[in-house]
């Protein structure tokens, strides 16, 4: 049990020092930003992230029709 705990253990502390390879040695390394929005691509398409999406429909209109309920 503890074998495989320590391997465990091991295998981990690998895989996250390979991922923070270009972060910890790059000159003001980040993790890449994944998000839509920030895409050029996806901006060219016009595919926006759902929760910018959604804040913009949530807005109040100052055009809008006030309803009258009967």
Not at 22 to 48: D, Q, V, W, Y
Request: proline share 3%.
């Amino acid at each position: 049990m503890l074998k495989t705990l320590l391997f465990t253990l091991i295998i981990v502390a690998a895989c996250m020092a390979l991922l923070a390879i270009k972060i910890l040695f790059k000159k003001n390394g980040r993790f890449p930003n994944t998000h839509i929005g920030h895409s050029a691509a996806m901006r060219k398409r016009g595919i926006n992230c759902v929760q910018s999406m959604d804040r913009m429909e949530r807005k109040e209109n100052p055009h809008r029709i006030a309803e009258h309920k009967s």
